[in-house]
């Protein structure tokens, strides 16, 4: 079986991936405004349900791009999140990246309270902030079940919370209390997520935020 390989420059690897995309999505119609952030969710996945699961609440994009042109801090709930998030382009606009879930108070506090890390480290980002924040959770659907609560008692009042955990236990629960809130989203319904998505949403944010003002 003879295998034939296109020959694609370096550069334009990105770019033509984009056109595959563009042309395997056919005429299906996505939301007005959420197109980069769904097609770089399906270019770091190689998934297509990401057209279909979703979900953006009204002017959810638009308002994250304000929070980062203004300087927002993001916080996620790992460590592979925040090693894939864009910090050069954050930085340009005096935010940067945060994640909690490895520091010494946060195991404690966790231990002390019989709870998951992800937990202790919203309590952490609640109150260490008074600046604004994204939230970017892709793995523990406790981080993102803890937000709820902290938005329900008025402790945190976040920006945007990006909710993909992926998985099977509390995971597709988690992001409907979320989709509850009067907080904007951006949540991938059902199973489906995970910390690199997490980031390529954040960085598509970030790359769109740059070509507008590029």
């Known amino acids: 079986m003879r295998i034939e390989l296109e020959q694609v420059e370096p550069k334009e690897i990105e770019r033509r991936s984009f056109e595959i995309i563009t042309k395997e ?47 927002c801090d993001i916080v996620t709930d790992t460590q592979m999140a925040k090693a894939g998030i864009n910090k050069r382009i954050l930085a340009k606009y005096g935010g940067e990246v945060n994640c909690f879930m490895s520091d010494e108070d946060v195991a404690a506090q966790a231990r002390r309270q019989g709870t998951t890390r992800a937990v202790a480290s919203m309590d952490k ?40 955990p992926v998985g099977f236990v509390n995971v597709v629960q988690s992001k409907e209390l979320i989709m509850q809130t009067d907080v904007p989203f951006i949540v991938a319904r059902g199973r489906k997520g995970g910390s690199n998505i997490a980031a390529c949403i954040c960085n598509a944010l970030l790359y769109m935020l740059e070509k507008d003002r590029g």
């Open 125 to 164: 980002a609640a109150g260490r902030y008074g600046k604004p924040i994204i939230f970017a959770i892709g793995n523990a659907p406790t981080a993102l079940v803890r937000l709820y609560e902290l938005i329900a008692e008025g402790k945190i009042r976040p920006e945007l919370i990006i909710g993909v």
């Open 25 to 71: 999505l056919g005429d299906r119609r996505l939301q007005p405004g959420t197109e980069q952030i769904v097609k770089r969710c399906i270019h770091t996945s190689a998934d297509f349900d990401y057209a279909d699961n979703l979900c953006f609440s009204p002017g959810a994009v638009e308002h994250a791009l304000r929070a980062i042109e203004a300087g």
